[in-house]
């Protein structure tokens, strides 16, 4: 793959020793061709796709806010949970003590 030359430079009386490199960019890409061939019989390969959206269109989105996900109950559940996961808390402690908060809440009494 690389390579290692020396030559010789003279010039009068001096002589200098340099060193050469050259890589063999042809043996590399076999090489490479061969990594790949493996990853795709190993399943570990995908080739680069574009993302679309319904019919072949773009992707739509929508921006959230954190005023929206406050009036969203179930939003609010769900960032409740995320946030216990990431505290380390067993998982749905945050969903359930979220979810008191919510029918424990006047809004909701209102609603009933």
């Not at 050259?22 to 090489?31: F, I, N, P, Q, R």
């Not at 009036?71 to 995320?82: C, E, F, M």
């Amino acid at each position: 793959m690389l390579v290692r030359t020396f030559k010789v430079a003279r010039s009068g009386d001096e002589t200098e020793v340099l060193e050469e490199f050259a890589v063999d960019g042809t043996l590399l890409k076999e090489m490479r061709e061969h990594e790949r061939q493996a990853a795709q019989e190993l399943g570990e390969w995908t080739e680069r796709r574009e993302h679309r959206g319904r019919d072949g269109g773009a992707i739509e989105f929508e921006e959230v806010t954190f005023a929206k996900l406050i009036g969203d109950p179930n939003a609010t559940r769900a960032i409740s949970g995320l946030l216990a996961s990431l505290a380390g808390e067993p998982r749905g402690a945050g969903v359930l003590a979220d979810q008191r908060e919510v029918d424990a809440s006047p809004a909701s009494s209102a609603a009933r």
